[in-house]
């Protein structure tokens, strides 16, 4: 049976840095790729990036520079880090596998001033 | 990056209608097109992979149709709980993207 966790920090100062993990199981990370997508409150989905089975990444163009993910396979989490956070990056973090068939119940981040 | 417009923003259907959502993508995506089903405060349900394969689970009454860079969803019959935002998604580039959403609700 495959879950999805996401943990986050909940509350985040402007220009600082954000750090969501999702922990999984029921499915392994060297095997199967994990998406993060976000969503802002009362919008729709905004994908971010993926870190597939072997490791390798791919991200939004428009959050490259902010954006890292990385993993941990041992401990089956994928980490999800972005800088220089906004008010607009206020959003629910979600972590999904790489079909979407299965999705985190998603954590809200507030970036606040 | 590949523009989804998704139609329409928001609808509202008796049960047992027929409801369709469209989405036009801004260049060909060779079906490599997904629908997704949100209920309120829920994550994102994945409904139709590879622009009509119906996910495991999922109602029959849900399908998907289309080609080339148009791309619909089908309710044949709206039910009470089928009551949630839709959502498309293209997977044939990257970055992925998804449309915008459509609010259905029931009259």
Known sequence: ?113 | DIQMTQSPASLSASLGETVSIECLASEGISNDLAWYQQKSGKSPQLLIYAASRLQDGVPSRFSGSGSGTRYSLKISGMQPEDEADYFCQQSYKYPLTFGSGTKLEIK
């Open chain 1, 1 to 113: 049976q495959v879950q999805m966790k996401e943990t986050g920090p909940g509350l985040v100062q402007t220009t600082q840095t954000l750090s969501v993990t999702c922990t999984v199981s029921g499915f392994s990370l060297t095997s199967y790729g994990v998406h993060w997508v976000r969503q802002a409150p009362g919008k729709g989905l905004e994908w971010m990036g993926i870190i597939w089975g072997d490791g390798s990444t791919n991200y939004n163009s428009a959050l490259k520079s902010r954006l890292s993910i990385s993993r941990d396979t041992s401990k089956s989490q994928v980490f999800l880090t972005m800088n220089s956070l906004q008010t607009d990056d206020t959003a629910v973090y979600y972590c999904a596998e790489s079909w979407f068939a299965y999705w985190g119940q998603g954590t809200l981040v507030t970036v606040s001033s």
